[in-house]
């Protein structure tokens, strides 16, 4: 079963530090997201590309905060200059767009920032 | 903020069915009502979704209403496996799903 899937799974880093996320969509898939989780919350929407064009970033993504999908299909996420604050599960889904297009997320990387 | 609304918790007896609720009165003609859950630590599961038919797959059951302003998830037979949290989420497919916080369903032996 070859679905979503995210690199690193676990990342610690301390403060300052920059980190970059890896995630491989399911191979069809067109449209990518990435999404951040902070405990006891829901995922809140950051970016979507679709193909290679970033399409829509929300205010989320703060300018220490880069996405990027160079040929359409893997995504990576960075995080410069890390913050405290930064410390989420960042998550990434995928989907095939038309019709009741349905987004299927990864297993998302947990970031801890000391 | 998540257009739809849910109670924040839910027990249910294991082999029982467990029906979670959800109001979405503001939803679109062309918005559908999508489910997913979340097993702790793992990212979020795709269940089901529909736009004003009931629909029914292998893992559930959705009932949405007439006037398409509430619908409510149903588990047939619930198993200790089902313990996660449960969002339920209007949208037109493409672009942000936006999750509010769920109905964080325990089923118990």
């Known amino acids: 079963d070859t679905g979503v899937s995210q690199d690193p799974r676990h990342k610690i880093t301390k403060r300052g530090q920059n980190v970059t996320f890896r995630c491989d969509p399911i191979?069809?898939?067109?449209?990518l997201y990435w999404y951040r989780q902070t405990l006891g919350q829901g995922p809140e929407f950051l970016t979507y590309?679709?193909?290679?064009?970033?399409?829509?970033k929300s205010r989320l993504l703060s300018d220490r905060f880069s996405a990027e999908r160079p040929k359409g299909s893997f995504s990576t996420l960075e995080i410069q200059r890390t913050e405290q604050g930064d410390s989420a599960m960042y998550l990434c889904?995928?989907?095939?767009?038309?019709?009741?297009?349905?987004?299927?997320f990864g297993p998302g990387t947990r970031l801890l920032v000391l | 903020d998540a257009k739809t609304t849910q109670p924040p918790s839910m027990d249910c007896a294991e082999g029982r069915a467990a029906n979670l609720p959800c109001n979405h009165s503001?939803?679109?003609?062309?918005?559908?009502v999508y489910w997913y859950r979340q097993i702790h630590s793992q990212g979020p599961q795709y269940i089901i979704h529909?736009?004003?038919n009931n629909e029914t797959n292998e893992m559930a059951s959705l009932i949405i209403t007439e006037d398409r302003k509430s619908s409510t998830l149903i588990l047939p037979h619930a198993t200790l496996r089902d313990t996660a949290v449960y969002y339920c989420?209007?949208?037109?497919?493409?672009?942000?799903?936006?999750f509010g916080k769920g109905t964080k369903l325990s089923v118990i032996p």
């Open positions: 503001t939803i679109s003609g062309n918005e559908y």
């Open positions: 590309f679709q193909n290679e064009a970033q399409l829509e």
């Open positions: 989420i209007e949208g037109a497919g493409s672009y942000q799903l936006t």
């Open positions: 191979s069809e898939h067109n449209r």
């Open positions: 529909g736009l004003k």
């Open positions: 889904a995928s989907s095939l767009s038309g019709s009741r297009e349905t987004q299927y």
